[in-house]
């Protein structure tokens, strides 16, 4: 199967193999395949120093059950300390004073006025911005401070005894603006006389969670574009094709809108920079703290105990985490500087909008042809608006074509956000497969079994056909005689095998048997510290709640980003490494006292067992009062996948049952049900903690939230959440979880992550097709608010097959 | 300082039960917006103490700020003394005066009520609610309905169903939640829904907040 070339963990795959170091390596017999269909063994050579292979859950004690999360005792009774909770001695409040217009050039920023304002103990103004794209040739536009690109970008700051000082005096600092034309509109901004957003060539860097663009792409006007993928004649696959479909379909922007805002709090102190920060990568803020303060790594230190959500635009220190380092540096205190709820929908990041035409050229037997996508879509004065991921990697084809572009446009920069590109290309995608379906007369199913070559999601599709929900649907569409329709429609979603070899982690045995693991790794929601836990119980028998687990501190060996459902995957084979090794250690740190040789030592249901059968089993932590030392340790770092050629994604796929009502235009999501995998789950409650998560934020993204910029002004008009609609309790579906647990014989935990693939990429083509079931009428843009649904509705859509 | 510092006796005795003096303009206001969805009945005996509402009282009493002044707050069972700004919210006297930092602020304009606290036993979104309207009254935390022995039993179902993810609006549901089984021990979904339908989770938790306050409003039921 293709693989999607152009993301951006390529890197880490590629460091992967090159760090294949190991010499001796050993046979072993792993499981592979869903129990209850297609489970087997197979053969993988590993390295000596790997653990015995892990059996399938069902034969595991801690590892693939459902304790309670690690720290769910301090998010219920408010104990946890996020980083807008940190407070320190003497610490200061800092606010952002922000552009107020979209476009234009600073002449001058007087901040005397703020800088006496009481209270004030430091201004900062911004000279180099972060985030947005960059132009390649910054001689094209001479100015002393950055180019305001968009309404909101932050210009200076203040910080100052309390939050309500430093917001006052924020308000006294004055800007002078030359300002320069602007747009904000996608489809005008690639308008041959648009006003530039850019003046020249720009680029926008990725980061651990995705997003920004390849280099080397050309730009015309605002259209940074096309990223070009050819493979076999695209051309000549449609005139094989014995039947086109072709379709445009729209996607509108949306924000991440995380609880917790972006924010850090900064300490500087000569010897050492200490940034709490609300992040996805530890090691990000680190990395973007040392490089940009020219700081050796050793002397910043990044703690994430807790943080309340990301969802792909928490990676790296961003302007909040360098501005409040210098206020820290300039005022000699630690500074406080948490994002409010404006500017976090305004400057962090979001989701690029898309346009695409999507034709689908295909044989009477389902056999695609020839798949060709032409996507624009505006990811701001930012890059990264492709959305060609599930056209190239969902379906066999005979060719493909893709060209995605993106278009600047006067508003803040994207950011990744859950499987970026994905919802959007998915929506296209799975639309139109429907409709090809229907065009030649084949079930959805059948079809999919046709053409989609992933193993896994045959047997979802089988899951999914023997649904009580999904033989309850009429594939006649339309059938309802009433005002009120109901439909079920399908979708399926695809990502991929990415990891992080950023993965180190240490565990400690304690001569009174507690056990403990660091990793600068952060918990972002997903639980991760569950995981570790289990991870240790595990090896050494001890509940998952008795295990120490310290994390989100750079202080403890790195830990991976993040981002693209790297964590799990990446880090987990890490920890269970050192926890074995540690065990080893163990043993032969008791072995003297029990009288036995290292190597006639099992540790095992949390007892110390002799092999020869010298003594009774001892409980671990009787034999732990042995150890001749005080602790034993081990750091263990993330080993290449064993069988690197067997390339995997991921996906699921997921129904959703709707009722539109089609005089109000209101569609009502009634039931999903979602069948998804990711390798060997290792906490299933919390994997569906996360699917319900990614099928609701999908509904959301599907029916209401939409980013609105005033085309007259160039600010964004909705920047709260009250204007900013996303999903609560009143449109959350009953949804069913299936877990399909698949083995793939990768790792010393055969794990993967569930972010991306969790429900997010097929929520709105699912809801499309189910639509398209209840009314008959196919509706290509989103949000599908009721005015979008009723002009639909009235309107029978033109197929564009006929052009 | 002000030398118009109210003294504690000009303020209301904390906890007061005696009747309070007709609303002023500024009640409606929070009536609807600084109230949860939960708490739909009036917020009573709620003083505001704005230069609008002085104007509108008898002649007597003084006027407070813009400076700090002192006032005494009940929370949790407990008085703290403490100054402030008039304009202080109750979500920033507890977070930042008093450290509480359970209560957490998101939106900051009461559509998200990840900042839901108790005042007597009614939810009101604390980011909305003027710390100085808080006098007089009792103010229900997340730290205050939980000992370190023991968890609130709502809370323990929420760990057991996981009903959290980053976490972020877990303090904010359970107060939701919590006040809902005070004031109906047998809720169905459909009311577990009203109670937190002004509750945000970008996360997504909400189909286990529902489980997680059914099954606790069960287990109270067969206690009791």
């Known amino acids: 199967m293709a693989t999607h070339t152009t993301n951006p963990y390529s890197d880490a795959i590629l460091s992967a193999a090159a760090d294949a170091t190991e010499t001796t390596t050993k046979t072993v017999s792993m499981p592979i395949g869903i129990p209850g269909y297609t489970l087997h063994e197979e053969k993988r050579t590993v390295p000596t120093s790997e653990p015995p292979v892990l059996p399938v859950n069902k034969d595991l004690d801690y590892i693939g059950k459902s304790p309670e999360r690690w720290d769910g005792n301090a998010k219920v009774t408010g104990r946890a300390r996020y980083t807008a909770d940190v407070q320190l001695p003497g610490m200061l409040y800092a606010r952002f004073v922000n552009a107020s217009i979209p476009h234009g050039k600073i002449l001058s920023i007087d901040t005397s006025a703020a800088e006496s304002h009481p209270g004030v103990k430091g201004v900062h103004v911004i000279e180099l911005l972060l985030g947005a794209a960059v132009l390649h040739d910054p001689s094209l536009e001479r100015s002393k401070y950055p180019i305001v690109r968009y309404a909101g970008q932050p210009i200076a700051a203040v910080a100052a005894t309390t939050p309500q000082a430093a917001e006052e005096a924020a308000a006294k600092v004055r800007v002078k603006y030359e300002a320069l034309p602007f747009v904000v509109d996608a489809d005008l901004a690639r308008e041959p006389n648009a006003p530039l957003v850019f003046p020249g060539a720009a680029d926008q860097a990725g980061t651990a969670g995705g997003g920004g663009s390849a280099s080397g792409i050309p730009q015309t006007g605002n259209v940074h574009g096309p990223s070009v993928r050819k493979h076999g004649d695209a051309e000549q696959g449609f005139k094989d094709a014995d039947v086109i479909v072709d379709a445009r379909y729209t996607t509108q922007v949306q924000t991440h809108s995380a609880l917790e805002t972006h924010g850090v709090v900064a300490d500087w102190k000569p010897e050492l920079l200490t940034v709490y920060a609300s992040t996805q990568g530890t090691a990000s803020v680190r990395e973007e703290l040392a490089g940009f303060f020219r700081l050796p790594k050793s002397q910043v230190r990044v703690i994430t105990e807790f943080m309340g959500g990301g969802f792909g635009a928490k990676f790296g220190a961003g302007n909040p985490g360098v501005v409040a380092a210098e206020l820290s540096r300039k005022t000699g205190a630690p500074v406080h500087l948490m994002l409010n709820r404006e500017e976090e929908h305004l400057s962090v990041g979001n989701r690029p909008s898309s346009d695409q035409r999507l034709r689908i050229g295909a044989k009477k037997d389902g056999t695609i042809t020839a798949i060709q996508l032409i996507s624009y879509g505006t990811a701001g004065c930012g890059t990264g608006a492709g959305c060609a991921g599930p056209a190239t990697n969902l379906y066999k084809w005979a060719s493909l074509h893709t060209e995605e572009n993106d278009v600047f446009i006067n508003a803040g920069p994207a950011a990744a956000f859950r499987a970026p590109g994905h919802p959007q290309g998915a929506f296209a995608l799975e639309q139109s497969i429907d409709e090809l379906a229907a065009r030649l007369n084949l079930d959805l199913l059948d079809l999919r079994d046709r053409i989609d070559e992933n193993p896994v999601r045959r047997v979802q599709r089988q899951i999914i056909r023997e649904s009580a929900l999904w033989k309850s649907r009429n594939p006649r569409p339309n059938a309802d005689p009433g005002p009120i329709k109901r439909g079920v429609g399908l979708s399926q979603s695809v990502w991929y095998r990415h990891l992080s070899m950023n993965c180190g982690a240490e565990v400690r045995v304690h001569k009174d048997g507690s056990v403990e693991v660091l990793s600068a790794v952060q918990d972002i929601g997903s639980g991760i510290k569950t995981v570790l836990a289990q991870i240790l119980a595990e090896q050494f028998g001890v509940p998952p709640g008795k295990v120490s687990v310290k994390i989100g501190d750079t202080n403890y060996p790195v830990g991976p980003n993040s981002g693209g459902s790297v964590t799990t995957a990446s880090l987990t084979p890490a920890v269970r490494d050192a926890a074995w090794q540690a065990a080893q250690k163990f043993l032969a740190s008791v072995a003297p006292a029990l009288g036995a040789a290292p190597a006639d030592l099992t540790l095992t249901g949390g007892m110390v067992r002799s092999v020869s059968g010298k003594f009774q089993p001892v409980p671990f932590r009787t034999a732990a009062a042995k150890m001749n030392t005080d602790e034993v340790s081990a750091q263990a770092k993330r080993i290449p996948d064993y069988d690197p050629s067997k390339y995997d994604t991921y996906g699921g796929v997921d129904i959703a049952e709707v009722s539109v009502d089609t005089e109000a235009g209101r569609i009502h999501v009634k039931r999903v049900l979602a069948v998804h995998d990711c390798g060997r789950p290792m906490n299933p409650a919390q994997i569906i903690s996360q699917i319900n998560g990614g099928v609701i934020q999908g509904i959301s993204y599907t029916l209401f939230e939409h980013r609105l910029l005033d085309p007259n002004y160039g600010i964004m008009v909705n920047s709260n959440l009250d204007k900013y609609k996303i999903a609560g309790s009143y449109e959350v579906p009953q949804i069913e979880v299936q877990l399909t647990e698949s083995y793939i014989g990768q790792s010393s935990t055969d794990a993967s992550g569930i972010g991306e693939a969790a429900g997010i990429i097929s929520a709105a083509a699912a809801i499309g097709n189910a639509v398209y079931n209840a009314t008959g009428v196919r509706i290509r843009q989103l949000p599908m608010t009721p005015a979008v649904v009723l002009a639909a509705l009235n309107q029978p859509q033109p197929s564009m097959e006929s052009l | ?224």
């Open chain 2, 1 to 224: 300082m002000s030398d118009h510092q109210p003294s504690q006796k000009e303020l209301p005795e904390a906890p007061s039960t005696a009747p309070t003096p007709a609303g002023i303009s500024r009640r409606g206001f929070l009536k609807g917006a600084g109230i949860t969805a939960a708490g739909t009945a009036l917020l009573e005996g709620v003083q505001g103490f704005s230069r609008e509402a002085v104007a509108s009282t008898p002649k007597g009493v003084k006027e407070f700020g813009p400076e700090p002044f002192p006032v005494t707050l009940h929370i949790n069972g407990k008085e703290h003394a403490l100054q402030i700004e008039p304009r202080t919210t109750l979500a920033d006297a507890l977070r930042i005066q008093l450290n509480m930092t359970g209560t957490k602020v998101s939106c900051d304009r009461g559509v998200c009520s990840s900042c839901t606290v108790l005042l007597d036993r009614m939810p009101v979104n604390s980011c909305m609610t003027l710390a100085i309207d808080a006098v007089g009254h009792h103010v229900t935390t997340i730290e205050g309905i939980s000992t370190d022995e023991q968890m609130h039993p709502l809370q323990a179902a929420f760990v057991r169903h996981d009903a959290m993810q980053c976490g972020f609006c877990t303090p904010g549901m359970v107060m939701s939640c919590v006040s809902l089984l005070e004031k109906n021990p047998h809720p169905t979904e459909a009311d577990v829904r009203y109670a937190v339908s002004g509750n945000l989770c970008r996360c997504g938790t909400y189909p286990k907040v529902f489980a997680a306050t059914l099954d606790a409003a069960s287990q109270l039921a067969r206690k009791a």
